[in-house]
């Protein structure tokens, strides 16, 4: 593995007790090599990175001033917390991050005791630090702190406001940091807004406070309600001179902030006065993404946020140009398609929470601002909010990644299956997602969306049969909800954008023909299967395959006819074994009354960790390699050609 040096000072942290070792003068020196760390391993090794660079200084700051692991530390995401993974303990093997075998991407509890929380879908710092704050106060671990970073983009999502409204009203003693990395702050308030910083965080204004807050307890003249009418004087104070009200103080949080986030003494002195001020409160701390490096700083956010590989003395993104016309990653495939189909359906509309990038519909937010929506880190309504369009008679195309689907499958069912409403759900990141690891994988969705009334279910083997699909999908004769699940990554086919054919709900297809065993695959796993049954036919095997592009409605017709010529039938999915395709064509053959023998690949009933696909597919049982053997093992058994019988000599 490829060294990589650390900073004089950083070179001596091991764990957050050795950063507490050095003085208050030192934390600006092991900020810069902290930054300088993640810089050059980032750039060889790849990864996420603008967002970790922004909280350099807050992530020493937190771990100098609080007793880390003892105080709990929770990251909402986990893009930013490549500094703590350092930091604590894993500076060494940090190069392996996000790479088969090495670290998460992400905090991990299993990886290390100061990974207090797994993360990896947004917003739940907070929920899940009100919940630990409230084991401590039943513990009466009265001098353990709880603390939860969380970011202005995960701020939006609805989990964040519930967890806040709880805490407010708990009255549990924890501190909410806001990582508020937007670049558009008003300067003409910073001053003022520092200035009240300084008054609210000093131990010499709480105690006032406090002492004013019993002092009019007392004084019979205010009555009763003196501490109420306190807690509006102070209230008035802050909003006057604010000239707004402030959402946390109304939630019953002490705001305090903002504050620059990257003045890491600054941080220190703010961090130190606020751990002994009880209570919810929330620090509102202005950083930058991608802060300390010149190209991050000026570049594209977007394109900083995990940039791949590149030179870190240029900023030159590097990629390889490939000799010949390479495959288009299947979610521009979707991106244009839609905009394609959108172009000659005025009734179509894109609706995205927060990954419009990620999922290219971006491409219609430029062409057509107003039919394609971002609404932010808020699955649930992003669901609901396209219900309320089909209400109307437009036909709005929902593109969530699969994973994060799970978080609006309510949604799904109260307000979209249940009244039958026409929406199309584009589910990209289906299957193993890859390095991003199993709180990214879409592992589920043919399973989960199986079981839902009105539901279509199917998955593309390739990119025509995308863009079918979903020109299907938008086709008036259909209606109800509709799902397409396809993967992270390159498609198949370097020319890939045929005319729209309408593909019939519920047919699927036969790719070869064969006598000896049939392979059902749906999705892209289909192209694995391809593979296999080419290389057997070189061994003189006969295979058939079948791509079955609907889990839901299945094809009976086509499952009928493999049922009364094969009694050997592989089926093969990007998705969990249970509930899956597989589990299907089980429970069709049970009900129709045949026997055959069965063998079904997909992602087993356990926890996939993190690698690039083909290291995971390989892993779990189901690339072309793994369906070789499950065709030479069902076909060694016994009542086989003496073909398949000489396999074993």
Known sequence: MMEFKAGELLDKIYLPADLRKLSEDQLPQICNELRQYIIDVVSVKGGHFGASLGVIELTVALHYIFNTPYDQLIWDVGHQAYGHKILTGRREVFPTNRIYKGISGFPKRKESEYDTFGVGHSSTSISAALGMAVATRYKKEVDRKVIAVIGDGAMTAGMAFEGLNHAGFDSSDMLVVLNDNCMSIDPNVGALRDYLTDITTSHTYNKVKDDIWHLLGKISKFGPNAQNIASKVEKAIKTTLLNRSNLFES????????????????????????????????????????????????GDQTVWHSPGLFDKHTGQLIKVVPKEPQPPKYQDVFGYTLL???????????????????????????????????????????????????????????????????????????DVALQNLHVVF??????????????????????????????????????????????????????????????????????????????????????????????????????????????????????????????????ESLLHEVFKKFNKIVTVEDGCIMGGMGSAVLEFMSDNGYSAHVKRLGIPDLVVEHGEQKELYAECGYDDKAILTAIRELLETKGNSSKAISLRI
């Open 251 to 298: 939630l019953k949080f002490r705001y305090f902030g903002p504050v620059d986030g990257h003045d890491v003494i600054r941080m220190k002195k703010v961090l130190e006065d606020l751990k002994d001020i009880p209570g919810p409160k929330i620090l509102h701390c202005l950083t930058t993404k991608g802060k300390g490096y010149k190209f991050s700083e000026e």
């Open 426 to 555: 584009c589910l990209d990141r289906g299957g193993v997602a890859g390095s991003d690891g199993p709180t990214h994988h879409g592992a589920y969705d043919l399973a989960y969306f199986r079981c839902i009334p009105n539901m279509v279910v199917s998955a593309p083997m390739n990119e025509e049969e995308l863009r079918n699909l979903m020109y299907t999908a938008q086709l008036e004769s259909t209606k109800g909800p509709f799902s397409i699940r396809y993967p992270r990554g390159n498609g198949v086919m370097p020319v890939w954008k045929t005319p729209f054919q309408k593909i019939e709900i519920g047919k699927g297809r036969q790719v070869t023909s064969g006598h000896e065993l049939a392979i059902l695959s749906i999705g892209t796993m289909g192209n694995y299967a391809v593979k296999a049954v080419n290389e057997l036919a070189k061994e003189g095997l006969s295979i058939a395959h079948y791509d079955m592009r609907f889990v839901k409605p299945i094809d």
């Open 340 to 414: 394609e189909l959108a172009e000659k359906n005025p009734k179509i509309m894109g609706i995205t929470p927060a990954m419009p990038s990620g999922c290219s519909l971006n491409i219609m937010m430029k062409a057509m601002p107003d039919r394609a929506f971002d609404v932010g880190i808020a699955e649930q309504h992003a669901v609901t909010f396209s219900a309320g369009l089909a209400t109307q008679g437009l036909i709005p195309f929902c593109n969530i990644y699969s994973s994060f689907m799970q978080r609006a499958y309510d949604q799904v069912i109260h």
